[in-house]
C-alpha cells in the first residue's frame, strides 16, 4: 500500500504558518487541525521567517572575501600537513617492505 505524495499551494502553506504565529497554540495543534505533520508546518515556518526559496532551500550568504582568504590559508595548511603525512607513510611502506637478510 503506498501513499501518495499530498502538494500544496503556497498560498495554504502561508495561511497555515499565519494561523500557527496569530493563533499562539502549539505547534503540534494547529499541525493537527490542519492535517500536516508538525514537521511539515516546522519547515514552513523555517521557510517564511528565513526568506527561503519557493522549494524550500534557505538562500546561504555569499562569504566576504576576508573569510574566503581565512579559509584559503586554513586548507592550505590542512593539504600541507597531509601530503607531508603522505609522505611518511610512503617512506615507512619502504622500510618495513625491504627484505632482512
Given at each position: 500500500?503506498s501513499?501518495?505524495?499530498?502538494?500544496?499551494?503556497?498560498?495554504?502553506?502561508?495561511?497555515?504558518?499565519?494561523?500557527?504565529?496569530?493563533?499562539?497554540?502549539?505547534?503540534?495543534?494547529?499541525?493537527?487541525?490542519?492535517?500536516?505533520?508538525?514537521?511539515?508546518?516546522?519547515?514552513?515556518?523555517?521557510?517564511?521567517?528565513?526568506?527561503?526559496?519557493?522549494?524550500?532551500?534557505?538562500?546561504?550568504?555569499?562569504?566576504?572575501?576576508?573569510?574566503?582568504?581565512?579559509?584559503?590559508?586554513?586548507?592550505?595548511?590542512?593539504?600541507?600537513?597531509?601530503?607531508?603525512?603522505r609522505?611518511?607513510?610512503?617512506?615507512?611502506?619502504?622500510i618495513?617492505a625491504?627484505?632482512?637478510?
Open positions: 500500500m501513499k501518495t505524495r499530498r502538494e500544496f499551494s503556497p498560498e495554504f502553506k502561508q495561511e497555515a504558518v499565519a494561523l500557527l504565529e496569530s493563533s499562539g497554540r502549539p505547534l503540534m495543534q494547529v499541525a493537527t487541525e490542519v492535517g500536516i505533520s508538525p514537521s511539515m508546518l516546522r519547515n514552513w515556518r523555517t521557510a517564511v521567517r528565513g526568506g527561503a526559496t519557493r522549494s524550500g532551500a534557505a538562500t546561504s550568504p555569499i562569504p566576504s572575501p576576508a573569510d574566503q582568504a581565512s579559509q584559503i590559508t586554513r586548507l592550505k595548511r590542512e593539504l600541507d600537513r597531509t601530503r607531508m603525512e609522505d611518511v607513510l610512503k617512506k615507512a611502506i619502504g618495513f625491504e627484505v632482512p637478510r
